[in-house]
């Protein structure tokens, strides 16, 4: 009986070239190298998957620190500004983490693909559960239902849509993982191992 086993090589002959050592991205502090237009598909409409991904939680979380300085500017309490902040420092941190790794997993080292996976996953389900909360300056549908309660229509309004950006992370992250995964499994090839 004869045993297979999928052997990921190194550099394939499609992938894009690229200059990982200038550094352009993000604006600003340019930590890493990142150029869609570099790109060519099969990995320029997947990576741009991934980035829509990083994108939509930029949004979310700047949605976030408006929404509380409105909230502390109608009284509620001001620790949730420094909520805000802490929020986009960090979970968009983390996110810039996840879609670097996806990126240059698809395009330069694929070994790096496997905690992409893993991380996307955790953060999805993060995401899902920030979009229900109504703790340390997140302002879920819980968050909703009470300024709902208090008639106040416009905290309604941004809550139920940084909520619904959460959502849609959550529901992004699942797709960006399989169609990583299908990619990498249709890109690998089989070698006859005796």
């Known amino acids: 009986m004869q045993k297979y086993q999928a052997a990921i090589i190194g550099k394939k002959s499609n992938q894009p070239d690229i200059n990982w050592t200038d550094f352009n991205w993000p604006p600003i502090i340019k930590i890493f190298h990142f150029d869609l237009s570099e790109l060519q ?6 990576v741009r998957l991934i980035y829509i991904s990083y ?6 979380t700047c949605l976030n620190l408006l929404d509380s300085f ?7 309490p001001k620790i949730r500004i420094l909520y805000g902040f802490l929020n986009i420092f960090i979970f968009n941190g983390i996110q810039m983490y996840i879609f670097y790794r996806g990126y240059k997993g698809l395009c330069a080292d694929q070994s790096l693909l496997k905690w992409y996976k893993i991380l996307h ?14 703790a340390l300056g997140w302002n879920g549908f819980v968050r909703a239902a009470y300024f709902g309660d208090q008639d106040q229509g416009g905290l309604v309004f941004l809550s139920i849509m940084e909520s619904l950006g959460f959502l849609f992370s959550f529901i992004l992250a699942p797709v960006c993982i ?4 299908t990619f990498v499994f249709d890109n690998i090839e089989i070698t006859d191992k005796l």
Do not use: C, E, N, R
């Open 41 to 46: 598909d099969p990995y320029k409409s997947l």
């Open 121 to 134: 996953l955790i953060a999805g389900i993060l995401w899902l559960i920030v979009s229900i909360i109504d």
């Open 55 to 60: 994108l939509l939680i930029f949004g979310t």
């Open 70 to 76: 409105i909230q502390a500017g109608m009284g509620y």
């Open 178 to 181: 399989y169609k990583v995964h």
